[in-house]
């Protein structure tokens, strides 16, 4: 058995990270999850910059971004993981309480795989994380190692 891919989830506020992590680990799912708290954390973090910089180098099965976030927000990481050929293959997942008919836009025209919005009553919420989870870091096949979107 393959080694389970990390899961990367950007969000700034402390609450919904805490019910995010708490509902990955009720549902068993075993993927070491690296919480940052904003948008240049995660680009450190997938770059190996900054803090993370010593961390073992390979991308996360999956990117879970909020948009809202202090320094640089999910749009502008979205951006730039999509212009970067060495993250462009990521999935990234939106998980928001940005209802906003342009931020869903703006995400699906910059290459997000998914836009969820955060539930607000506790149980949907753990069952959204839940599914988004199985799906993303057991489920989906990613790209081999070191692969562009130029392979053929």
């Given at each position: 058995?393959?080694?389970?891919?990390?899961?990367?989830l950007a969000e700034d506020n402390p609450r919904d990270a805490e019910l995010t992590l708490e509902a990955?680990?009720?549902?068993?799912l075993v993927n070491r999850v690296t919480h940052v708290r904003d948008g240049v954390e995660a680009l450190?973090?997938?770059?190996?910059?900054?803090?993370?910089?010593?961390?073992?180098?390979?991308?996360?099965?999956?990117?879970?971004?909020?948009i809202k976030m202090p320094r640089l927000d999910g749009i502008d990481v979205l951006r730039a993981?999509?212009?970067d050929p060495a993250l462009k293959l990521i999935p990234v997942v939106m998980l928001t309480s940005s209802r906003e008919e342009h931020d869903?836009?703006?995400?699906y025209e910059l290459g997000s795989n998914a836009?969820?919005?955060?539930?607000?009553k506790?149980?949907?919420f753990v069952e959204a994380v839940k599914q988004l989870g199985i799906f993303w870091a057991l489920l989906n096949e990613l790209p081999p190692k070191g692969a562009t979107s130029n392979d053929q």
């Open positions: 058995m393959s080694e389970l891919k990390p899961i990367l990955l680990a009720e549902n068993n450190e973090y997938l770059r190996c910059e900054g803090r993370f910089a010593t961390r073992t180098p390979g991308n996360p099965a999956v990117v879970v971004l909020d993981i999509r212009s869903l836009i703006r995400s836009y969820v919005v955060k539930p607000v506790f149980t949907e």
